[in-house]
């Protein structure tokens, strides 16, 4: 597999979009499209979509077009999809709940291995086949099983002790829900960060309508 | 309110990230911060966030920097955190749920107002103080009460005919998670759509991973 050192995070951003994309193409049964159909139907530019995946070794062929099973197969082993990496849930409320029973992990390059939380009251019942276990036993579980990536859906108060902790214990990447920010040493010692911020999403809508509503 | 037509949606995105960083800082005591402090902090360049909030004005002064009260409380109304547009949640599983239990609608410029769904065992319990109603009494309570925003929290599959209807009750934005792509008539019509696809996230901190670990 060849490296894409120089390939800018808005480009990889819109790679799970081609692969959604495509994988929607192979279900209504395409075999192949033109950069003019994709991009009509993505909303993107030919031209943009050309340039994406150019940056991974161009997949087209003049006057033909991609093919929809190779390129969205190419892009899935790009992203990884089939690394199966183990990723921990710490925090089984509402979010972690949800995320545990609405994200297939499996089809996004991991594998939901253990679900952990600090309250009497969820530990010990069961979330998509997992039961969930006291965060006391996170230390002994990681030392074990050694996950990847955990998934943050505690309070940001507690997240700085429990980030410390999960670095310490070999976890290099973090899907972030707790609003904490990870200061500059985590990035220098190479841990991976993916923040979601809700709420950020939520107020862009309302820029967008109430600007719309200005008009 | 000046209109401010020719900004970009990146930097309409980046809006909800100051506006986080200078509630912390407020939380933390600040009054004032230089554009260097700022970008230290929040990882941008300071010319970037200069170049950002001239788009809505300039907001610093010479020397002085920004008042961080002030630019957090123009930030908020820029974005129409006080607007409090009624928003309505279609689908009370688990991602619904969470949504209503976690998001702090009225801090994003929304008031949840209603919650929906089809299943019998769902409908007529409370979440988040709200009674989950019977989908079928959607079109009424959308005459009666107007909600300008709806939460798409259904599966892909219903969503096209929920769509339809909500947009000819008058809903003019909508938080999608449905994985529904919008067709292009409902852009033309002026309705507001932001999508929120988590896999999208997971598979780019996969793809990170995954990347960190060949180099």
Chains 1, 2 share one sequence.
Request: with cysteine; charged share 20%.
């Amino acid at each position: 597999m060849p490296k894409h050192e120089h390939v800018s995070i808005s480009v990889i951003r819109r790679l799970p979009r081609y692969y959604r994309f495509l994988g929607d193409l192979m279900k209504l049964g395409f075999s192949r499209i033109s950069s003019q159909e994709l991009s009509q139907r993505m909303g993107l530019t030919a031209s943009q979509i050309r340039q994406d995946l150019n940056c991974f070794g161009g997949f087209g062929q003049q006057g033909y077009g991609y093919n929809v099973d190779m390129l969205h197969s190419e892009l899935g082993s790009i992203m990884g999809t089939n690394m199966s990496y183990p990723v921990i849930i710490v925090g089984a409320g509402n979010i972690g709940r949800a995320l545990a029973m609405n994200i297939n992990f499996g089809a996004t390059g991991f594998r939901l291995s253990a679900i952990f939380d600090n309250s009497p009251s969820v530990i010990g019942t069961t979330i998509s086949g997992l039961t969930v276990m006291d965060v006391s036993e996170l230390e002994n579980y990681c030392r074990e099983n050694r996950p990847k990536v955990a998934v943050l859906t505690i309070p940001r108060a507690a997240a700085p002790s429990v980030v410390s902790s999960l670095v310490d214990l070999g976890v290099k990447g973090f899907w972030n829900f707790s609003h904490y920010d990870f200061s500059v040493k985590y990035k220098e010692k190479g841990i991976i960060v993916e923040n979601v911020h809700l709420g950020d999403s939520l107020m862009t809508l309302c820029y967008l309508i109430k600007s719309a509503g200005e008009e």
